[in-house]
């Protein structure tokens, strides 16, 4: 069964900084993977998805990498802005499951400090 | 605009009672989902639907029901068999040929 970590829960940055987010999945037979961005009481709006054939996606200050042998998967922020304040999770897809199930992360709640 | 939409955003029901929270999308998206999310939890798939008429059980069904009689929606109702229902739920779509869910705004469910 797929597992997916995220550490810290946590983050607090100065505004300017770069920053990585990290995810961990247990189950290397991925299909895909995906960061999701969510506003306090909102719902989820997808950032980046990258297929198991790919190694990483970019977004504008967002790159996002994919080592589906070491079952890590990180989401590198550049130039932080406070508006970039959010929790960010993570969701992987299991092969013989296609899209239709998503294994999240419980996310890491990101802070920028201005 | 074209969307996903979730009502109500909040809703508080008693105990023993059923209520069906609601999930609209006008992107001509084919696949269908409600998920739950916790605090200090990652969201949890409760119940998917690939094609009108169809719905398959995700991975916390039980105490939930849900239909889907038309493309553009796929209600969720959270029955008095649901021992814990206080949360916040999300519905989400997709279309064939692309990997990515998209997400409504969520509805508050809390138990009085």
């Known amino acids: 069964k797929q597992e997916v970590t995220q550490i810290p829960a946590a983050l607090s940055v100065p505004e300017g900084e770069n920053l990585v987010l990290n995810c961990s999945f247990t189950?290397?037979?991925?299909?895909?993977l995906q960061w999701f961005r969510q506003d306090p009481g909102k719902g989820l709006t997808s950032l980046l998805l990258?297929?198991?054939?790919?190694r990483e996606q970019t977004s504008g200050r967002l790159n996002a990498s994919l080592d589906k042998s070491s079952g890590r998967s990180t989401l590198y922020i550049a130039a932080s802005q406070p508006g970039d304040s959010a929790t960010y999770l993570c969701a992987g897809s299991a092969v013989n499951f296609g899209n239709e199930k998503l294994t999240f992360g419980t996310g890491t709640r990101l802070t920028i400090i201005p | 605009d074209g969307g996903i939409t979730q009502s109500p955003k909040y809703l508080f029901r008693k105990e023993g009672q059923n209520v069906t929270l609601s999930c609209e999308q006008n992107l001509n998206h084919d696949a269908m989902y409600w998920y739950r999310q916790d605090p200090g939890q990652g969201l949890r798939l409760i119940y998917y639907?690939?094609?009108?008429?169809?719905?398959q059980k995700g991975d916390i069904a039980e105490g939930y029901s849900v239909s889907r009689e038309k493309k553009e929606s796929f209600p969720l109702t959270v029955t008095s068999a649901q021992k814990n229902p206080t949360a916040f739920y999300l519905c989400a779509s997709r279309t064939w040929g692309t990997d990515t869910q998209y997400f409504g705004p969520g509805t508050r469910l809390t138990v009085l």
């Open positions: 189950d290397s037979a991925i299909y895909n």
């Open positions: 990258i297929q198991s054939s790919q």
């Open positions: 639907s690939q094609i009108v008429n169809d719905f």
